[in-house]
């Protein structure tokens, strides 16, 4: 089963700062997901990336499928970008495609 | 369109209750999903269904049940409510690879249950 461990836990910014978050995996994967976490609850999806870097707005995800490690970047962060920020990769060991997930990252960005 | 629904958005159960969460979906989407999520883990996967009539177990399926009898609905029941069933419990679906879909699930927007 594909172990997700995801750093940092809590993360508190000021406003504008570049934001770094971590994602490793124990197993090789075809592809990985970003999910953000509104305060509210509600979840989405933000990005699936198999190599490379991806980039949406101000955030830029990248892969690094030999190290089994992938990061998510905020440029400029807002106090909107305020989330919890999930990893997610397939579970090989279930079926189906299932996902595998991590425990997220909160972030906070104060103004 | 709507995306996935739950119904209901909260409730709260007495110890030996039931009751059943329902996850609608307009995407005609073949896999569905049920996870919890509780304070300090990440979401797991209860049950789900690869389609029509199929369900199948995931991490954590004691002590729930679960019926797709229409493609674009997934119940989740609780047969008989315990404290540690206190959760937020989210639906989700995704389309078939085979069809064109790709691995991306769509998330309602939650059940917050609480049993006393």
């Known amino acids: 089963k594909n172990e997700v461990e995801q750093s940092p836990q809590n993360l508190t910014a000021q406003e504008g700062e570049f934001i770094t978050i971590n994602c490793s995996y124990s197993v090789g994967i075809s592809a990985l997901h970003w999910l953000q976490q509104h305060p509210g609850g509600g979840i989405v999806s933000l990005f699936m990336l198999s190599s490379g870097k991806k980039k949406h707005g101000r955030l830029i995800a990248t892969i690094n499928i030999q190290e089994k490690h992938s990061s998510l970047h905020i440029t400029a962060s807002h106090p909107r970008d305020s989330a919890v920020y999930i990893c997610a990769v397939p579970d090989y060991g279930g079926s189906q495609g299932n996902l595998i997930f991590g425990k997220g990252t909160k972030l906070s960005v104060k103004p | 369109n709507a995306g996935v629904t739950q119904t209901p958005k909260f409730r709260v159960l007495k110890t030996g209750q039931s009751m059943t969460l329902l996850c609608a979906q307009d995407m005609n989407h073949e896999y569905m999903y049920w996870y919890r999520q509780d304070p300090g883990m990440g979401l797991r996967l209860i049950h789900y269904?690869?389609?029509?009539?199929?369900?199948a177990k995931g991490e954590v399926p004691d002590g729930y049940n679960v019926s797709r009898l229409k493609k674009q609905n997934f119940l989740l029941g609780l047969e008989s409510a315990a404290p540690s069933q206190t959760s937020v419990y989210f639906c989700?679906?995704?389309?078939?690879?085979?069809?064109?879909?790709?691995?991306?699930?769509?998330f309602g927007p939650g059940t917050r249950l609480t049993v006393l």
């Open positions: 989700a679906s995704r389309g078939d690879l085979l069809a064109g879909g790709n691995d991306t699930q769509y």
């Open positions: 269904s690869v389609g029509e009539g199929t369900t």
